[in-house]
């Protein structure tokens, strides 16, 4: 995304002394022309897993981080990798911290980093998950003290997730308490409901066959849960 430009228009006017006529009436100076004020637009960095990333037959840009950033006018850097996780290490055998330094950390200081995981760590125990989340939070900041930290919990393909990720989602709230950063729970605010297995609910629309992963519509409609959210926290203008 580009930067926005902000046209400015100014207008300045003469005026002749008092009592002056046509004779000793003067033409104003000419408006200068229109000036480009730039306005930058806030730089993102997400780092998740397939959710985040696209994943199967979903393009980055195509996944729920980019449709965020478009929507509210945002540069974006997605960051992450299927399979992976604040543990999980997938198939390159790189869990979350390793992928921040690999692919984010060597950049400029972003306005806001939203980190985004848990689906894949649900075979570890919750302890372990979120003292690595939080040690990650805390080595973003200490990176980029200026920029906003936001962690959301793990996402699930139907309304009614596994105990284990359950588990999982309430370490990651208790250490992003401990580290002072906002807490998006996709589990507890239902963004996916019902099954594709016949349950009534939105499942049957927005998530794929393999019942997990979202389809485009459900990545647009992820994006839309997740604006809200962000516009609750005061943090769509980071």
């Known amino acids: 995304m580009g930067i926005r430009r902000l046209a400015a228009a100014v207008l300045v006017v003469g005026a002749c002394a008092s009592g002056c006529g046509p004779a000793h009436s003067r033409t104003a100076?000419?408006?200068?022309?229109?000036?480009?004020t730039p306005i930058r637009a806030p730089?993102?960095?997400?780092?998740?897993?397939?959710?985040?990333t696209g994943g199967l037959k979903i393009p980055p840009e195509s996944a729920y981080a980019a449709a965020t950033a478009r929507e509210l006018g945002w540069q974006v850097i997605i960051g992450g990798l299927g399979g992976t996780g604040f543990v999980a290490a997938g198939a390159t055998h790189e869990p979350f911290a390793v992928l921040f330094e690999r692919q984010l950390a060597w950049r400029p200081s972003p306005d806001m980093v939203i980190v985004s995981g848990g689906h894949n760590d649900r075979t570890y125990a919750p302890a372990t998950?979120?003292?690595?989340a939080e040690g990650l939070l805390a080595k973003i900041r200490q990176l980029w003290p200026d920029s906003r930290l936001v962690l959301i919990g793990p996402m699930w393909g139907s309304g009614a997730p596994d105990a284990s990720v359950l588990e999982i989602r309430d370490a990651l709230k208790v250490a992003a308490r401990a580290v002072k950063v906002p807490f998006i729970d996709p589990l507890g605010g239902k963004w996916i409901t019902g099954d594709r297995g016949g349950q009534a609910g939105n499942a049957e629309r927005y998530i794929m066959r393999d019942g997990v992963h979202p389809n485009d519509d459900g990545h647009r409609y992820l994006a839309s849960r997740l604006v809200a959210e962000l516009r609750r926290l005061g943090l769509a203008e980071p």
Request: charged share 10%.
């Open 43 to 52: 730089i993102v960095m997400f780092l998740g897993d397939s959710y985040t």
């Open 29 to 36: 100076p000419p408006a200068p022309a229109e000036t480009a």
């Open 129 to 132: 998950v979120a003292a690595a």
